[in-house]
């Protein structure tokens, strides 16, 4: 099956601190992948859209300069969260859509938990 | 604004039980319908996809069903064990999104299964 992971899992950080987040599609090729971010005991909240060679487009109110998105490759979208603070603690989930696919189906990583101090 | 919607919020039941799930959408213009499964700080498993002209999908002792035009859906877990205690959330795209295919997501249902 088509599998997404992250890197790294898990992340604490000091507050200022820029934050990179990776997520790769290791058996298909995904021109679209989307950043999630997610508070304890809430639904998914769309962050971007990360299209391959192209800007992101972000979901209203999220800052792109704060969330910086590169989607250099057909199978690596990465999530810089820039001067993070403790309000920037959340879980991030990326998801990525099977090029190839006719059901538009998408696969998600594992999740990258963030922890600003 | 499409709008999704999960009930219960909270379940739990004893193993063993079969026991349904259910989605609500307001815009039935989708083009399918996914349910996935998150555990405790995980990430999403894809559980079930429908496509908005499929009424139903199986797999294992999970049955999903679909129905468009009244905006709802229902995820089926046949003889439930405690291992799919877990967070179950359904997630809708839109018809004309094309490559940008969001997903909209529901409030998901927490279900836990006792021995």
């Known amino acids: 099956g088509a599998v997404v992971s992250q890197h790294p899992s898990w992340v604490i950080c000091k507050s200022g601190t820029s934050v990179k987040i990776e997520c790769r599609s290791l058996d298909f090729q995904a021109t679209t992948m989307f950043w999630y971010r997610q508070f304890p005991k809430q639904s998914l909240m769309l962050m971007a859209t990360?299209?391959?060679?192209?800007?992101?487009?972000?979901e209203q109110g999220v800052e792109k300069d704060k969330f910086l998105i590169n989607h250099a490759s057909l199978t690596l979208s990465t999530l810089t969260v820039t001067s993070a603070h403790p309000e920037d603690s959340s879980f991030y989930i990326c998801?990525?859509?099977?090029?190839?696919?006719?059901?538009?189906?998408?696969?998600f990583g594992p999740g990258t938990r963030l922890t600003v101090l | 604004k499409q709008e999704v919607t999960q009930i219960p919020a909270a379940l739990s039941v004893p193993e063993g039980e079969n026991l349904v799930l259910n989605c609500s959408f307001t815009d039935s213009a989708i083009y399918n319908l996914q349910w996935f499964r998150q555990d405790p700080g995980k990430g999403l498993t894809s559980l079930l996809l429908?496509?908005?002209?499929?009424r139903e999908q199986t797999s294992g002792r999970l049955n999903a069903s679909l129905d468009k035009s009244s905006g709802r859906s229902t995820l089926y877990i046949a003889a439930s064990q405690p291992g799919d205690s877990a967070t179950y959330l359904c997630?809708?795209?839109?018809?004309?999104?094309?490559?940008?295919?969001?997903?909209?997501f529901g409030t998901g249902t927490r279900l836990q299964v006792t021995l």
């Open positions: 998801s990525a859509r099977d090029l190839a696919g006719v059901r538009n189906e998408q696969f």
């Open positions: 990360s299209n391959e060679g192209s800007k992101a487009t972000y």
């Open positions: 997630a809708v795209i839109k018809v004309g999104t094309g490559t940008a295919s969001k997903l909209t």
């Open positions: 429908i496509q908005s002209s499929q």
